[in-house]
């Protein structure tokens, strides 16, 4: 089986809009450009503000258990079906979840394997 990752990353702000311009700059001649999937947050404390505990560990959850639904997921991580909503909705707002419906469930799913953290010095 192939290991499957996302990329998260740390630009700050200018970084980030200077990629956009030279992918953009690329387009325009062109040129072939490589499509590349990620997350990426201005600072490490913007990531640490996202990425909590307790949403790694749902999608760890989501990874490994599988869980039917928001309420399936909420018991198997002995946490508050709201709170645990509320995380879901956020994970997958910022890609790192997608929700799949099945018999009336709503089930949340992870299409990778591993999370890879990139920070630009």
Do not use: C
């Not at 953009?24 to 997350?39: L, Q, T, Y």
């Not at 560990?57 to 909420?74: G, N, Q």
């Not at 979840?97 to 018999?103: F, G, P, S, Y």
């Amino acid at each position: 089986m192939r290991v499957k990752k996302i990329k998260i990353g740390i630009k700050d702000l200018k970084t980030a809009l200077e990629d956009f311009v030279k992918t953009g700059e690329a387009i325009e001649r062109g040129e072939k450009v490589k499509k590349e999937s990620g997350v990426y947050f201005t600072s490490f404390v913007a990531f640490r503000k996202v990425l909590t505990p307790k949403r790694l560990e749902l999608l760890h959850t989501i990874k490994t258990r599988k869980p039917s639904s928001i309420h399936e997921l909420a018991r198997m991580a002995k946490r508050d079906v709201k709170n645990v909503a509320d995380d879901v909705k956020y994970l997958e707002q910022i890609g790192l979840i997608e929700k799949k419906e099945t018999d009336h469930k709503t089930a949340p799913v992870t299409k990778y394997d591993r999370i890879a953290l990139e920070i630009a010095v």
